[in-house]
């Protein structure tokens, strides 16, 4: 019998592609879904763009036309019903339905908000930074439909008058090998397939590379870096993230000695791709392939598009310029290959995180998802562990019961709750609510007494020290002085605006911002018997010498975010014994810029650094710096030769004081003499251990061939035989011999 057309239509199956199989391997997925895209498509998945409701200030242009066919949207937070919306229209309606990456920048918290990166280093706690990029990996998801974050910063910086400095974790690549990789498992997980599961979503390790090494401070300047500070400060987190298995890398803005970063294939493939076998995505940083005009590099967009495209950049952040893709290759000007590999990276990423799989978030209310018990407890926990006791003459902290005193809470920032929340705080707010000030706790912790609150001086605008001096109030001094008087204790809430370090917020001076300095003076001339302690809320180190020596007691609040207030307070009662230390040198003045701890040798012995002050060699608070409510001693280093050219060192640390405290060992390797020179110390481990009073602990470090050798401009390792010394304090060190 003849068979009807129709009859034949209604029995065929309509096979699923392979792309869409969850059970095939991600690179069969990959190179089925890549086979079936049109040029255009291709092109559609390189392209980035924001749809709105941008966070960032700085980047102009909000609203531009979606395409359902783009790869992702950045910076969306419309909520998830909407963000689904769009998503539908991806998955559903466009022929290949591939799957759209939702990209934001959670950088210490979504609502929740922790302290900036540049504290959390100085936790010397790396399982903080897991547990707390977990939370926020888990609120963006749940409350933004968020799936790759552009975070961690990992940026190792020297030069404090960069607005960025709060965003990485300090100035040395140790330390941020360390927290980038804590950063990367919070975010995805420590295996592979974590990552698929909902609630983990992608990091981006940025700005790669050597942003932090602007000129002057500048933000978005030029950078000229030789191939050895490349290797030697600047690649080693970026290394470290990769090897944690982040999936993405976003290229930076700055001029690396004369070729951009986004369109530099030395860092982007010959090193990322070709040596250290990155096989994720590269995303350019906002605009930086239309940027390529302003630095002179080129000042056509196809051009510019082709050199990045080339040089490994696979992603084009907001500016379109990907587009003009098309015409190069279909004029045979580029090759379609160059295409094909950025599309086969960016698909990987969206199939390695499970998106065709779960591309749709969930509907909850922010109620529901955000601001968990568990996640507020982890802010505040995190707190206390990243404010530094920079001070604290004649044991002036933790105060004495206070009962019926009158404490006297002065400064603009005392009342403030976003000095705290600080630059980058995604979906947090303003708000007395979450992020209380030191005023509410104040009142809190000091119930039986008198708390008066004055500002004495108006509250640092964010970008301007002019603006700030417009909003003198000749009776905010005078007030603040009558209450100084009239207190048994005085709390100083000095610092910097929650917005006045971060992106494209270097300052030229780091001093105290307007009045401050005054303040501090008229408050202990008013009050010179009583002690005054400085509470300093800030996102950089802040040069502020003199003012400190006025003050009994100095608490670095940096910005600390949820927990700030709650943690200061309690660690003024003597709740919480404060433990951090600083992850960035504080210089006594700009002029002393760079000063950082891995700084190699000088030409000349015992010489003064400058001779206007003589006096004071150094920085004013080096790396490492932070006291507590105990004492620790550090007994002398023993070394011993370990198997397969290892050797082990140990020492014995002391809590001689009467309170249980933490203490970060930290220690330093001096290579005596090396055919490439070596920095007088080198941070190779750290580990912060908890000591009761009285108790002793044996530290113990393996140091390997690889810790005792050096990387030369072409990133290779080297081990060089003689003499190195291992310390884990200034006092005390050992030395020892490698021979090979
Ligand atoms: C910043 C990046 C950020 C991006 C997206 C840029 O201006 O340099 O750090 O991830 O904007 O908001």
Redesign the pocket.
Known sequence: MKKTPSAKKACKKVATPLYKDPKQPVEARVKDLLRRMTLEEKIDQLTQMPIGG???P??PGEWRNFSPTYGSI??YCGGTKKRNEFQRLAVETTRLGIPIIW???VIHGWRTTFPVSLAQAGSFRPALTEKLSRISALEAWNDGGVNWT??P?VEVAHDPRWG?VV?GYGEDPLTAQVFTKAAVYGYQGRKAEQLKTPGYIAA?L??FVG?SASEGGRDYAYTDISRRALWEWYLPPFEAGVAAGARTL?S??NDITGTPAVANYYTQTEVLRNRWGFDGFIVS???SVSQLKAQRFSSDPAESAAASVVAGNDMC??DGYYKNLKALVEDGKLPVKVINKAVERVLRVKFQIGLFEHPYAPEKTKEEVCWLPEYLQAAVETARETIVLLKNEKNTLPLKSQKGKRIALIGPNGDKSLCHIGW?AALARDDEKHAPSLLTKAREFFPDSEIVFEPGCPEPFPASNAETIKKFDPNQLPAAVEAAKSADVILLALGEHGHQSG??HSRRDICLPPFQDELVDAIRKAAPDKPIIALVTAGRPLAFQEAAKKVDAILYLWQSGYGASQATMEILTGKVNPSAKLAMTFPRTVGQIPVYVNAHHPARFDLHDYQDYPEEDGPWFPFGYGLSYTTFEYAEPVVKKGANGTFKVKVSVTNTGKKAGAETIIWYLHDLEAYYTQPVKRVVSFEKIDLEPGETKVVSLTLTPEMLSYVNEDGQRQLEEGTFEISASEKTSASFTVSL
């Open positions: 941008d966070i960032n700085n980047n950045l910076s990209g934001f920048d552009f975070s910063m960025r965003e981006c940025k700005h942003y976003m930076s803005f940083d906002w605009g952040m907001s980058w992106e494209y």
